[in-house]
């Protein structure tokens, strides 16, 4: 397989888990009344509205794009596959502490919900950097580098 699908899939796996988790957090805080029922439904939606655009931006990209891949051993752009990855984990991790902590009874659901509506205004720079990854073609080994 080659580096570039090697790193969309680990993206995929990585947004799915995270998704998955943070899913998995919600219900057990409600199944453990931890947490009203009422936030448990705000929360969720919170998640998806979170989640949502990206999970289906890297799986349309994954599905579509991972049989165009080259040759094992292609080479690929490591500066986007980094950042992508980097911001990725900074907010995945976030979203996951934050609900992970009422599991400890460390803060508040209405917490852990701000926390994540904050997070929600600083998307650009996670948009930015996904389309930074996706948007960039595997290299040419064959092409010199910078030319078009």
Do not use: K
Request: aromatic share 12%.
């Amino acid at each position: 397989m080659a580096a570039v699908s090697r790193a969309r899939h680990a993206l995929v796996v990585l947004w799915g888990c995270a998704f998955l988790a943070a899913m998995a957090i919600m219900i057990i805080l409600d199944l453990g009344h931890y947490i009203e029922h009422d936030n448990f439904i705000t929360g969720v939606n919170r998640i998806n509205q979170l989640y949502a655009p990206y999970i289906g931006t890297i799986g349309a990209f994954y599905w579509t794009q991972r049989h165009r891949s080259g040759p094992p051993g292609e080479p690929m752009d490591r500066t986007s596959v980094a950042l992508a990855f980097a911001v990725s984990l900074l907010w995945n991790g976030v979203v996951l502490v934050s609900l992970a902590l009422l599991v400890f009874d460390i803060g508040t659901i209405e917490d852990a919900l701000d926390t994540m509506s904050t997070l929600s205004t600083f998307a650009w720079p996670l948009a930015l950097a996904m389309g930074f990854y996706f948007g960039r073609q595997p290299l040419d080994a064959s092409r010199p580098a910078g030319s078009e």
